[in-house]
């Protein structure tokens, strides 16, 4: 596809239990970032790979966080025993180079814990 | 102190006017900058990016960057009242792996 496609776009959780989120960069993007957005607020790293490798998971609030990109494609973000402080856009972004650069968000998915 | 601050507004501006977006930043090691903007319910679209001091130019908008002043703004020429949105203004930060959004700034053009 043309952009950064992500699924999927609306998730209802019950308090525990585990969500994955998944993410499809833009074909040839070395770096795909994960991102929190909370109702009126900017969005918020959470990690960091450059192909298949996670350089950067500074941001993942708890270690029930957990992300992986296992072929340097596709990324996944697992969320375990879900909290309703969870509650948030979750977006995925791409970039072309090794570095940050210019970032393309996917459209996000909206997670809401019940 | 957050890393990037921006006024959230809303700051509302006539059609047809200049819409002025701010934006500061405290880490001094950042080189490159974002706008992003952002419709309700949509995710951020970039439409700027900036990475020397001085301005850049394309088409309505134009990116203003001070590095001394650790300062960064949006100017948006004939404002239309599809540029209602927020804009994201964003460092690049984290030895230039990751995006510092700050909270954005709710534009309304009015009619």
């Known amino acids: 596809g043309a952009g950064v496609s992500q699924s999927p776009r609306y998730k209802v959780a019950k308090r525990g239990q585990d969500v994955a989120l998944r993410c499809d960069p833009i074909?040839?993007?070395?770096?795909l970032f994960w991102y929190q957005q909370a109702l009126g607020q900017g969005p918020e790293f959470l990690t960091y790979?450059?192909?298949?490798?996670?350089?950067?998971k500074s941001g993942l609030p708890s270690d029930r966080f957990f992300a992986e990109r296992p072929e340097g494609s596709v990324s996944t973000l697992k969320i375990q025993r879900t909290q309703q402080e969870d509650s948030a856009v979750y977006l995925c972004?791409?970039?072309?180079?090794?570095?940050?650069?210019?970032?393309?968000f996917g459209p996000g998915t909206r997670l809401t814990v019940l | 102190q957050k890393e990037v601050e921006q006024n959230s507004g809303p700051l509302s501006v006539p059609e047809g006017a200049i819409a002025s977006l701010n934006c500061t930043y405290s880490d001094r090691g950042s080189q490159s900058f974002f706008w992003y903007r952002q419709y309700s319910g949509k995710s951020p679209e970039l439409i700027m990016s900036i990475y020397s001091n001085g301005d850049k130019e394309d088409g309505r908008f134009t990116a203003q960057l001070n590095k001394a002043s650790q300062y960064v703004s949006l100017l948006i020429r004939d404002s239309q009242p599809s540029d209602s949105a927020t804009y994201l203004c964003?460092?690049?930060?984290?030895?230039?792996?990751?995006?510092?959004f700050g909270t954005g700034t709710q534009l309304k053009v009015e009619l």
């Open positions: 074909s040839g993007h070395v770096s």
């Open positions: 964003a460092a690049l930060t984290g030895g230039g792996n990751k995006l510092t």
């Open positions: 972004a791409s970039s072309l180079l090794s570095s940050g650069g210019r970032q393309f």
């Open positions: 790979f450059q192909n298949e490798a996670q350089l950067d």
